[in-house]
């Protein structure tokens, strides 16, 4: 991090069984793991921060296994940002419904109070836009023309759905 001039990373896949903070060479780590400590640990995600803007976190919450709130500070203003690890194509809908519903729950918990970014794994191929997302999609997609998107499985176009939605 120090060779590139990071002062904060968002990690996903920690696959930690618990949520801990740990410092390491002057950096902090926070983890978000499963809750209760319950079963393997699948997922988890967390954020390495530097020692030079430490001084500036004032909190950082493990909502889950799956998401984790920094709170921090800077030119007198406070931001959150959200790190995210989305559950993938294959998994339950009731687990990828779960999930979308605490995101907006945990966005809506700070809206207006401070600027909020989101980052992380969202599990979601975009591919080419359709004429109902210029609203919320610009041009410059990763993936195949607008076309594949109705040839997309079933699945992977519902993680689609559920970022598109989560947008508006």
Request: with cysteine; charged share 20%; net charge neutral.
């Amino acid at each position: 991090m120090q060779q590139h001039n990071i002062d904060i990373m968002a990690i996903q896949e920690t696959k930690q069984a618990f949520s801990s903070t740990e410092s390491h060479d002057g950096y902090t780590f926070f983890f978000s793991g499963k809750q209760g400590n319950r079963g393997p640990a699948h997922y988890g995600v967390g954020f390495v921060i530097s020692p030079q803007i430490k001084h500036r976190i004032l909190d950082c919450v493990p909502v889950n296994d799956r998401m984790m709130k920094l709170k921090i500070s800077a030119k007198g203003r406070k931001y959150y940002i959200m790190n995210l690890h989305a559950p993938h194509r294959g998994r339950p809908n009731d687990e990828k419904q779960n999930f979308w519903d605490i995101l907006n729950h945990q966005c809506e918990a700070h809206a207006g109070s401070a600027p909020c970014f989101i980052v992380g794994d969202m599990n979601a191929r975009i591919h080419g836009r359709q004429v109902s997302e210029f609203d919320i999609m610009g041009h410059h997609t990763f993936g195949r023309d607008a076309g594949y998107v109705q040839e997309m499985p079933g699945d992977q176009l519902e993680n689609r759905q559920y970022l598109i939605d989560f947008c508006r």
